[in-house]
């Protein structure tokens, strides 16, 4: 053993040995920790080696318990996690002490990347103390970093409030006792009360090879990480920094573009500059506001197959939109992921035509926080001339009163006011969640309600209202919900999104989950049953679907394979076109049942498998989906996904097929560097699209793109040059960060 490790292994054992205390608890039972202060001339040296005296006079949080596999027990890998601060900065020390340091798993290198597959480190903070919004923060042995906001009107799968990245920095070291970190969070980053007794506070480690999840506080299954009542205290924290809270971000953007699809063979050459200004009005509320501003950096979206009736949803992925997007959210966009969504602001509507291609924004102002018990979100944007089109003028105004522990009373008003020809249309809304999670001592609970109506199209008249209700019981073993929805036949909101109008929606689901820690390799399975029951608004049947989990099994190593059986009524209200010279006659009734089997490996193996296959009949005739995703990790910081999906219908009407293709190689170089490739085709627009992307973040705050898009269109006339050049971009982006 070098004297390094020999000298490293003493120090750590030492450090370790300092916090043998048992855990603090405050007078309701929480776990609580103290943060201690540098003495001057003290700093700590960045590098990941928890080394310097003061590690060793923080005492540490440590006896996290497993929430999984075995609930309720021990760690079986302790863990340690000690906090000190000066004025200006938060440090954060991590020991992860590990039995089998050569066990340890970190494929993943890029910032705010999944973390899946790897080891980890996770903590969440409650700066206000109110047990209902946060910060969420996570680290894994490669050094990968990710951050996002946390809020209690998100939905636990919503990934928007990753978005958001703060400025600060890790360095991760390796060694024989396991992995350890340091952590350095500036003060002016996080957005807290300077007089607040204490923080919340919260840590979750992750074991990968075991399977194992293990937290501070919130060990049971129905609780975790990301439930901010069930938070640990951090006290100490006093006389320090948040600065003056204005920030400047300046970037320079160059592009070169090209459209030989629509007749522009020419290279357009442009440069522009553009501003983001950040202003803390208070530390609770925040403003923004943008000039020119462009989103070349952002990830494109996934080609996509319709089989359906309905619009395709394709996710929000601009960071100013996403940033703060939780202080918008409207509840009816909780209970139903599937394709009948129903969002009264939907941010896409701004600065992206129907056809999904840029448009300018000019402008925008945005206002987040909290004034007293309100949360409060507002957003003007506008946009500028665009192929004849004068631009629009958007403002978005979200108002949330907050009631009890974990309750509260909301409304939305949104408008979109043409700046050329044309009347503004608007939406208004109100909603309201009633939730606990003390139900019977430690059940969740939640009622959700909500009414909107929408200002009627040229044309048009009544019938422009939407409401429903969600009641949902999430816990462990069981989970149950009822869920309605009333759309009207004329509902539709200019700066939102519905997929389908004229209709009422029952959803009642129940699920059951059966847990063993005796069995040598089933950890659970999982049953359940979901309806799907839709009238038109005379309460005649449109949609009956009854989705069967025969059973849903999970192993100890987190491998997954699950069973469904799906019988389904549809009546068509008129044609559906499903696919080109494919009608399906409107007035019809079909009856008919599909089955899909399902079979997933698990995330931390070198390659992993996500393969499924549903058959049976389909309207007229029949269907075989077959869909694979293939995620290859040769060695750290590379990443090879690939996906493919392939749809055989056979109607009585005509057959057809489908295909998506998407291939996506990831070379992560450090958590500051990395190059992102996506190349995909389908084949209804038959498109075939490559995007690479280049980010190297110089430091915190600064960050250099280039993008590369190209596209090009398969032309089945043109049987000797078939593939041809649509369009292709390239930009360049530099984006600084001034703090004061």
């Not at 422009?464 to 309605?484: H, I, L």
């Not at 989950?513 to 839709?534: A, K, N, V, Y």
Request: hydrophobic fraction near 35%; charge should be negative.
């Amino acid at each position: 053993m070098s004297f390094f490790r020999t000298f490293l292994i003493s120090f750590l054992v030492g450090v370790a040995g300092t916090g043998a205390a048992a855990a603090q608890l405050d007078p309701n039972g929480r776990r609580t920790m103290t943060a201690i202060a540098l003495e001057s001339g003290e700093r700590i040296e960045l590098d990941g080696i928890l080394d310097e005296e003061i590690w060793k006079r923080a005492e540490p949080a440590t006896d996290f318990i497993q929430q999984e596999p075995i609930n309720g027990r021990p760690a079986t890998e302790r863990t340690e996690v000690r906090i000190v601060y000066t004025p200006d900065r938060l440090y954060i020390g991590v020991l992860c002490f590990d039995s089998d340091p050569d066990g340890v798993l970190g494929f993943v290198k890029r910032r705010d990347e999944f973390l899946g597959s790897d080891d980890r480190f996770l903590w969440v903070l409650d700066p206000f103390l109110e047990e209902r919004a946060g910060y969420r923060f996570g680290i894994s042995p490669a050094g990968a970093m990710i951050d996002s906001l946390l809020s209690n009107s998100q939905d636990g799968d919503d990934n928007s409030g990753r978005q958001w990245d703060g400025i600060w920095t890790a360095r991760v070291r390796r060694s024989d006792i396991g992995w350890q970190a340091e952590i350095e969070m500036p003060f002016q980053t996080l957005n807290f009360d300077p007089t607040a007794p204490a923080w919340g506070i919260n840590f979750q480690r992750t074991v990968r090879r075991k399977s194992e999840e293990s937290l501070w506080m919130g060990h049971a299954r129905n609780q975790g990480l990301e439930r901010m009542t069930n938070t640990g205290r951090l006290e100490g924290i006093e006389g320090v920094n948040q600065g003056k809270g204005l920030e400047f971000k300046p970037y320079l953007l160059g592009t070169a573009f090209s459209s030989p699809g629509t007749g522009q063979d020419k290279t357009v050459l442009k440069g522009d500059p553009g501003l983001d200004v950040f202003y803390n009005l208070t530390p609770q509320l925040r403003a923004n506001f943008t000039l020119n501003t462009d989103f070349a950096q952002t990830e494109v979206d996934d080609q996509q197959v319709n089989l359906t009736r309905f619009s395709l949803f394709f996710e929000e992925k601009r960071e100013f939109f996403l940033e703060g997007s939780g202080f918008f959210d409207f509840i009816s966009n909780v209970g139903f992921e599937d394709e009948l969504r129903v969002f009264p602001f939907f941010s896409r509507r701004i600065g992206l035509s129907d056809e999904r291609e840029p448009q300018p924004i000019e402008f925008g102002t945005r206002l987040t926080g909290q004034v007293g018990a309100q949360d409060i979100g507002f957003l003007h944007v506008r946009t500028g001339e665009h192929e004849g089109d004068a631009g629009d003028d958007f403002t978005v105004a979200r108002l949330k009163r907050r009631i009890f522990d974990q309750s509260y009373v909301g409304g939305l008003v949104t408008r979109r006011g043409p700046r050329g020809i044309g009347d503004a249309r608007y939406t208004m809304g109100l909603d309201a969640l009633i939730a606990t999670s003390t139900l019977f001592g430690s059940q969740n609970l939640e009622w959700r309600m909500w009414m909107l109506g929408a200002s009627n199209r040229e044309g048009e008249s009544g019938d422009r209202m939407a409401y429903g209700m969600d009641w949902d019981f999430p816990n462990d073993p069981w989970e149950v919900s009822f869920s309605f929805r009333g759309v009207g036949r004329n509902f539709d909101p200019d700066v939102g999104f519905v997929a389908r109008t004229g209709y009422r929606r029952y959803s009642p689901r129940v699920e059951y989950s059966f847990r063993t820690e005796t069995h040598p390799w089933i950890r659970s399975i999982g049953f359940g049953t979901d309806l799907d029951w839709q009238t038109d608004q005379e309460n005649s049947l449109l949609t009956r679907k009854l989705e069967f989990t025969v059973f849903d099994l999970q192993t100890h190593a987190e491998d997954e394979i699950s069973v469904q059986v799906t019988p389904t009524y549809e009546r068509l209200e008129e044609n559906f076109p499903i696919s080109e010279g494919v009608v399906l006659p409107g007035g019809t009734e079909y009856r008919f049942t599909s089955y899909r089997v399902e079979a997933e490996t698990a995330e931390r193996r070198l390659v992993g498998v996500n393969a499924g296959y549903e058959f049976g009949n389909f309207f007229s005739g029949t269907r075989q989906e077959y869909s694979v995703e293939l995620a290859v990790r040769p060695r750290a910081g590379v990443i090879i996904n690939t996906e493919i999906e392939w749809n055989r219908v056979h109607l009585a009407e005509g057959k057809f097929q489908t295909r998506v293709y998407r291939f996506a190689p990831e070379w992560q170089f450090s958590p500051w560097v990395s190059v992102v490739n996506i190349l995909q085709f389908d084949s209804e627009s038959r498109v075939l699209g490559w995007q690479g992307r280049f980010r190297w973040i110089l430091q915190p705050g600064n960050d250099l793109y280039f993008v590369y898009t190209h596209n090009w269109r398969d032309d089945l006339d043109l049987l000797d040059r078939r593939f041809q050049t649509d369009s292709r971009r390239a930009a360049t982006k530099f984006i600084y960060t001034y703090r004061f």
